[in-house]
């Protein structure tokens, strides 16, 4: 898009209408190669609107606030702002172009738009168009010019050169002379594009007749409307000294480089004069209108014309000087020439390449995609040429790279990925050099911070922990503690501890224990008892709080160690079980080593806890009665007497070997008979002895019944004792066992074992049975010595050894006994039927 450039008119309109015609006038864009450029007259009022740049930028106006938009200037003073709620960029403070540009054609304000969210970068530049607000100055108010009266037509006097700080056609354009019979003016154009004023004498000067001649120079500019200023200038006519001091040439050019000392010698200007003595010596001068920091820069030999270096060249502020330089003669009147002085300063590599950040977003989130902006960086050397080509790099060891923008500028993005759990934060080295020879170079650091995301989970010291616990612990009382770490930081390592739902003996774990979610402490909710509860476990979960938020698991294996909680329990005698009294009858023909009774108790605790031995305590004779240690079996010390009393009493101490000590006692009465089985026999022979017929006859009966039993038994026996063999033969031993559920005894994770104790009258078996991953139980079964047929029942599977080792352990405890052991298998009930 072009420029539409118009007159500019001062009239008499009030301030706020002239400024609101120049707004419409000048108000224009245009983007070019990326950037967008505004035009605006100078001297516009704060708060003129200079341009909607959220439409010409394609941005959202809603969205400016929430994306920070932002102005910054390279200028120092911010000249601008942006009204958020329309997108439009107006004027902060007012703009004078002569105080911000000076004396250049193009005035050229660059700013940068940074918005964030995400970050973006927008060049734009403000052109400040000149206004025609100031007149043409002279220096000099009075300007006095000496002139010898012999001097001929046609001799030129140079003028002082009116300044005006405004540019172009605002600037000065033309000089006018009042009018006059003598003198007129001449206009001389510089190579700058200056004009200097010159008077030029055309009529013969006569000081008697005029001695003293005033003249009016004015300066116009071009604007509109026209400016214009004045300077009096009086001609003194002199007499005599008719030649004035001339220089080789009317201008001089010179270079010098910018790191000059003082009292180098920069230029040495020459006049001559054809005059002679005191009328043909020369002194060497500055202009009467010298600038101050011409003064200050330099010094001029007045006997020589040697310009010499006063001050410290900067070409960055100056990059040359121009003045004049007066030549004149010691006659009477003295009389003057002129030349003009051209001093180019050359530039050298004398400035550091400088970094400045535009803007920095910090601190970046650690998963920020590769290519992510993170600063908006330019660089800045004062310098010109290769001196102020400046090129930006960054450091090798850091995960970031610069991309090149325009003029200058650079994004620093990310180039690899980002952990903050290596490394928190980065400080990202940014070199600046130019191309100068040698290369100046200077660094600037950029502190990148890392945000935490949450992308590490917590994790536990380990995966699985063993728990040891005594039974019948405190309810309440801590039982373990677990910990976990999470490498993130802030709300992303905060750790809560849980436990997972999951069944301990089809109950929920939660009603076993409870955790503290805050340390991890596992606590029991009421006393364990192991012979109901011997090891569970515990699936516990360390969560931490981010979002989304990451979680790990661990096991807790619990394992009940067993207490001696438990007496033991007398089983047999039954009536033992009811009180402490039992009663057994013993013939007094009983020899040493009757085995008068079985004491059988039974210990529900474990391991040594469960070893059960037995002791007499008390005896009415305790040399007649002795107990097994191990069995409880109850035995004749020696044969009954006639002198032993009929009715003896027994107390039996059962302990088992856990500590502290647990112990029962059972009391045994003990009743002693006289010929319990003899009464048959001497009645048979008493009967047989007897004569009579009629007794003849019952001893018949007798003896054919007899008979007829003991032929019975004897093929009862047989019958057995056959069967038996073969039952030998099948399986090794005369303990068989026989399981219908073929894919139980094929499943070896499925395992039984019984215990027996077969011996004395009463049997004991402890059967244990079921899968090797379910709960570990215990079951026991007692039969009567009177019971040729006992069922037990199992209800809930154990597990602990195979099941074949179920035969080993028949053989084992039966070694004279013949079992059958049958097993049916319904569901998950199992029915053991064992025949003696």
């Excluded at 010098?256 to 000392?261: D, I, K, L, R």
């Excluded at 200007?269 to 020369?282: F, M, P, Q, W, Y």
């Excluded at 923008?405 to 290596?422: A, F, I, P």
């Excluded at 079951?779 to 179920?806: A, G, H, N, Q, W």
């Amino acid at each position: 898009m072009g420029f539409t450039e118009g007159g500019i008119m001062r009239t008499s309109l009030p301030t706020w209408r002239a400024l609101s015609w120049w707004h419409h006038l000048f108000l224009l864009w245009s983007t070019i190669d990326a950037q967008t450029r505004y035009s605006i007259p100078e001297e516009l009022k704060a708060g003129s609107v200079v341009g909607n740049i959220a439409k010409d930028l394609g941005l959202v106006v809603s969205q400016l606030y929430r994306r920070e938009l932002r102005i910054t200037s390279e200028a120092g003073k911010q000249y601008f702002n942006v009204d958020l709620g329309k997108g439009e960029l107006v004027v902060a403070e007012r703009i004078d172009r002569e105080d911000l540009c000076g004396q250049k054609a193009s005035c050229l304000l660059p700013l940068e738009l940074v918005i964030n969210n995400p970050l973006q970068l927008h060049r734009i530049e403000i052109e400040i168009l000149d206004t025609n607000d100031n007149s043409p100055v002279f220096a000099t108010k009075e300007k006095v010019v000496k002139i010898a009266e012999l001097v001929n037509p046609g001799a030129r006097f140079p003028l002082e050169a009116a300044q005006d700080p405004d540019v172009g056609i605002n600037s000065v354009r033309s000089y006018l002379l009042n009018k006059n019979e003598h003198f007129k003016l001449s206009v001389k154009s510089q190579k700058d594009g200056r004009k200097t004023p010159e008077l030029v004498l055309e009529k013969p000067l006569d000081r008697e007749r005029l001695p003293v001649h005033n003249l009016i120079l004015t300066a116009v500019d071009g604007g509109d409307p026209v400016l214009s200023g004045t300077s009096d200038i009086t001609v003194i006519v002199l007499d005599i000294n008719d030649n004035a001091p001339r220089f080789e040439r009317n201008a001089y050019e010179t270079n010098v480089s910018e790191n000059v000392t003082p009292g180098y010698e920069v230029l040495r200007v020459k006049a001559t004069d054809e005059d002679e003595g005191l009328n043909g010596e020369i002194e060497y001068f500055f202009a009467e209108q010298t600038a101050d920091l011409i003064l200050s820069l330099f010094y001029i030999e007045s006997s020589t014309g040697n310009i010499v270096v006063k001050g410290v060249l900067d070409r960055e502020k100056n990059a040359f000087h121009r003045f004049d330089v007066t030549a004149k003669d010691k006659g009477n009147p003295e009389m003057d020439g002129h030349c003009s002085v051209e001093v180019r300063v050359l530039d050298i590599n004398d400035n550091i390449p400088e970094i400045i950040v535009t803007s920095l977003t910090s601190p970046v989130p650690e998963d920020s995609a590769v290519g992510t902006v993170i600063a908006l960086l330019s660089a800045r050397d004062p310098d010109s040429g290769d001196n102020g080509k400046v090129t930006l790099k960054v450091s090798s060891d850091s995960p970031f790279k610069l991309n090149p923008s325009v003029s200058n500028h650079y994004s620093l993005v990310t180039n690899g990925k980002l952990d903050r759990e290596m490394y928190s934060y980065y400080e990202v080295k940014i070199i600046a050099a130019d191309s100068g020879k040698p290369a100046l170079k200077s660094e600037k650091i950029i502190l990148v911070e890392l945000l935490d995301t949450n992308d590490n989970p917590p994790v536990f010291t380990q995966r699985s922990y063993n728990v040891y616990l005594k039974e019948n612990g405190v309810p309440g009382s801590i039982l373990f503690s677990v910990s976990a770490s999470d490498l993130d930081s802030g709300e992303n390592a905060k750790i809560s501890y849980s436990i997972l739902d999951s069944k301990v003996q089809d109950v929920s774990v939660s009603s076993y224990v409870y955790m503290n979610s805050e340390n991890g402490s596992i606590y029991s909710m009421h006393s364990f008892d192991y012979e109901k509860l011997k090891v569970f476990e515990i699936h516990v979960q360390a969560k931490d709080q981010g979002s989304p938020s990451l979680s790990s698991n661990a096991t807790v294996h619990v394992f009940i160690l067993d207490q001696n909680d438990n007496a033991p329990a007398v089983i047999y005698p039954s009536s033992a079980a009811l009180g402490s009294l039992s009663h057994q009858r013993m013939p007094r023909s009983a020899k040493a080593g009757h085995l008068v009774t079985k004491v059988t108790a039974v210990d529900a605790d474990s391991g040594h806890n469960a070893w059960i031995s037995y002791r007499l305590a008390e005896a009415t004779d305790a040399s007649l009665f002795s107990v097994n240690l191990y069995t409880g079996e109850v035995r004749t010390k020696r044969a009954v007497s006639e002198q032993d009393d009929s009715s003896q009493r027994l107390i039996l101490e059962i302990k088992d070997d856990g500590e502290p000590l647990q112990s029962a006692t059972v009391t045994v009465s003990i009743l002693l008979e006289d010929a319990l089985h003899e009464p048959i026999s001497e009645l048979r022979l008493h009967k047989a002895s007897e004569p009579s017929k009629k007794s003849g006859r019952i001893t018949l009966y007798l003896i054919l019944s007899l008979a007829s039993v003991s032929v019975l038994s004897l093929l009862t026996f047989v019958i057995l004792a056959v069967k038996c063999m073969r039952s030998s033969r099948s399986s090794g031993s005369c303990c068989s066992m026989r399981r219908q559920d073929s894919e139980d005894y094929k499943n070896p994770n499925r395992n039984l074992q019984i215990q027996l104790n077969t011996d004395g009258p009463i049997k004991y078996v402890e059967v244990l049975g079921g899968d090797m991953m379910s709960q570990s139980q215990s079951f026991r079964s007692c039969m009567s010595p009177m019971s040729e047929y006992s069922d037990f029942t199992l209800i809930k599977p154990s597990s602990t050894t195979d099941f074949k080792e179920v035969i080993s352990v028949l053989d084992a405890s039966l070694p004279d006994s013949t079992w059958t052991f049958e097993s049916q298998q319904v569901s998950r009930k199992k029915t053991f039927k064992i025949f003696y």
